[in-house]
């Protein structure tokens, strides 16, 4: 069973930064696309962005030009730079390997990323 592990969360304040950090187990990110998710309190889980096998990426509106995800296959690690981050970007934060409207795994425990002054 793969088991992602997400990190690099905390508190910032408006405008800051945070980049956050994706870990699987076993070497499946090499050969899938992988998303970043959010959940804010009181709403659903919502699709971020997300990374191609080949590199092509795809975004939110609300976080295009802000949000920037890479990966480095032979970490076997998923990377989501978050910059100029405003208080609706507070969520907890989780990465997937995405399958039509599922995903394929378990969900992690997620990163908390709270942005406030």
């Known amino acids: 069973q793969v088991q992602l592990v997400e990190s690099g969360g905390g508190l910032v304040q408006p405008g800051g930064s945070l980049r956050l950090s994706c870990a699987a187990s076993?070497?499946?990110?090499?050969?899938?696309?992988v998303a970043w998710y959010r959940q804010a309190p009181g709403k659903r889980r919502e699709l971020v962005a997300a990374?191609?096998?080949?590199?092509?990426?795809n975004y939110a509106g609300s976080v295009k030009g802000r949000f920037t995800i890479s990966r480095d296959n032979a970490k076997n690690t998923v990377y989501l730079q978050m910059n100029s981050l405003k208080r609706e970007d507070t969520a907890v934060y989780y990465c997937?390997?995405?399958?039509?409207?599922?995903?394929?795994?378990?969900w992690g425990q997620g990163t908390q990323v709270t942005v406030s002054s």
């Open positions: 997937n390997v995405p399958s039509g409207d599922f995903v394929l795994f378990a």
């Open positions: 990374i191609t096998r080949g590199g092509d990426t």
């Open positions: 076993g070497s499946i990110f090499s050969t899938a696309a």
